[in-house]
Nanobody, 122 residues
Framework: QVQLVESGGGLVQAGGSLRVSCAAS????????MGWFRQAPGPERSFVAA????????NYADSVKGRFTISRDNTGNTVYLQMNSLKAEDTAVYYC???????????????WGQGTQVTVSS
């Protein structure tokens, strides 16, 4: 059974940092793109960041560029999102994803985690 399990969310003050992790199991994701999306109250998930299978190419939403860093471990099955200089508008549920079925910035992936809440207090 394929699973993506996020961890590391929580409450942080504006300007602070937080790292969320995503551990994949059930199959190898070392040869696929993995990403992070977030969803504030509302129907849509928005793209945050994505990383290629080798970790050599990363992409970010403009709203987080320069503040967030996506990375993956040597096995390729754990992905991290380091979030610095957090703002109140970063408050959302953060979802890990793997295996895009379309452009990596669209929320059309084969696999999703259950999400982890990140709350930034101003």
């Amino acid at each position: 059974q394929v699973q993506l399990v996020e961890s590391g969310g929580g409450l942080v003050q504006a300007g602070g940092s937080l790292r969320v992790s995503c551990a994949a199991s059930g199959r190898s994701f070392s040869s696929t793109v993995m990403g992070w999306f977030r969803q504030a109250p509302g129907p849509e998930r928005s793209f945050v960041a994505a990383i290629c299978w080798s970790g050599g190419v990363t992409n970010y939403a403009d709203s987080v560029k320069g503040r967030f860093t996506i990375s993956r471990d040597n096995t390729g099955n754990t992905v991290y999102l380091q979030m610095n200089s957090l703002k109140a508008e970063d408050t959302a549920v953060y979802y890990c994803s793997a295996g895009p079925k379309g452009p990596y910035w669209t929320p059309r992936y084969d696999y999703w985690g259950q999400g982890t809440q990140v709350t930034v207090s101003s």
